[in-house]
């Protein structure tokens, strides 16, 4: 069964920073490449960073040089690491593989809220 749990959102203040961790079971972690996504509201959801089984990344330029996704295979968990966050990154942050449909499931997501 399948299951993707991230955590460690919450309400920030614009430059400030959280880092998010998504722990899986059930996707073969190891194989697989990792992404964060995100979906503010009204809008599509989208990718913000993804990371290769043997540790290869990459970001859009949106999030390039504040966001870092890495992996903890030994935990099966994906972490990112957001600073000098900004009101355009609220959103609803969620783990998944790349591509998403591999297993057709979403977990709960984590709420990051950038607001002075």
């Known amino acids: 069964q399948v299951q993707l749990v991230e955590s460690g959102g919450g309400l920030v203040r614009p430059g400030g920073s959280l880092r998010l961790s998504c722990a899986t079971s059930?996707?073969?972690?190891?194989?697989?490449?990792m992404g964060w996504y995100r979906q503010a509201v009204d809008k599509q959801r989208e990718l913000v960073a993804s990371?290769?089984?043997?540790?290869?990344?990459g970001y859009p330029g949106s999030v390039k040089g504040r966001f870092t996704i890495s992996r903890e295979n030994a935990k099966n968990t994906v972490y990112l690491q957001m600073n000098s966050l900004t009101p355009e990154d609220t959103a609803v942050y969620y783990c998944?593989?790349?591509?998403?449909?591999?297993?057709?499931?979403w977990g709960q997501g984590t709420q990051v809220t950038v607001s002075s």
């Open positions: 990371i290769t089984p043997g540790g290869n990344t």
């Open positions: 059930g996707i073969a972690f190891t194989i697989n490449t």
């Open positions: 998944n593989v790349i591509p998403y449909q591999r297993y057709n499931y």
